[in-house]
């Protein structure tokens, strides 16, 4: 099948996709002063209206700190930014420090398994449900990315608090992209396929062990990815 090619970028997206470049490698390190809006709109080759709204977009962001009449300054954003910053950071993963994905990791394994296990008091028939579809799965690890990512949106949407769908919600584009690699990996498979398995027959027998199931093979899956070591992509 004959690949389309990718459509060129608007120059709103071209000035984000070299200012969060430049930010990520360190050119402009977190306390750092941005060049004037004049020298930077020339450096980056962009007009100066166009470099205006990308600041303001990345200042809301939380990437930028904007004075106005003084030059922009780049925030210390792993301390000062928001979990919104995960879907535009999924964008830059050959940028991002070694430890970025098993800190996130590490992070599911506290916020999922209690929200699994109350999700299941509260709507097993839905986890069932999903988990009867496991026998589709084959060794496609696009599927297994997609089939994992629906089950882990299960255990937060029906755990009745409102902020765990939106804190979920954020993974969702970086999940996408580094589930795929993930699943390549056989264990990966065979260990989560396991996974649904002992789930399934744990919710049909109550659920008990939801809670305890669920994060074991969270634990698992981060010793996975921290023996494939770190992401190998090409920067751009």
Not at 173 to 199: D, M, N, P, V
């Amino acid at each position: 099948m004959k690949q389309e090619n990718p459509q060129p970028m608007k120059p709103q997206q071209f000035a984000e996709h070299r200012l969060l470049i430049s930010i990520l490698n360190n050119t402009y390190p977190p306390g750092s002063k941005l060049p004037n809006e004049r020298d930077l709109a020339e450096e980056i080759g962009v007009t100066r209206p166009t470099l205006r709204e990308t600041l303001q977009r990345l200042a809301r962001e939380k990437w930028l700190n904007i004075h106005h009449g003084k030059q922009t300054i780049v925030n210390d954003y792993w301390s000062e930014g928001g979990l919104g910053m995960l879907a535009t950071m999924a964008k830059y993963a050959a940028f991002l420090p070694p430890d970025f994905i098993p800190n996130l990791l590490d992070f599911r394994i506290h916020l999922l398994p209690p929200c699994a296990a109350a999700s299941v008091r509260n709507a097993p028939e839905r986890f069932l449900e999903h988990l009867e579809k496991t026998d589709s799965l084959g060794d496609d690890a696009e599927a297994f990315t997609i089939f994992d990512w629906e089950l882990q949106l299960l255990m937060v949407k029906y755990s009745n608090n409102l902020i765990y769908p939106l804190i979920l919600n954020d993974f969702s584009e970086i999940y996408q992209k580094l589930g795929t690699l993930y699943f390549r990996l056989s264990k990966a498979r065979k260990s989560s396929g396991l996974y649904y398995a002992f789930l399934k027959k744990d919710i049909e027998n109550s659920g008990e062990k939801t809670e305890e199931i669920v994060r074991s093979v969270m634990k698992e899956s981060l010793q996975i990815w921290q023996s494939m070591g770190s992401i190998k992509e090409e920067k751009k």
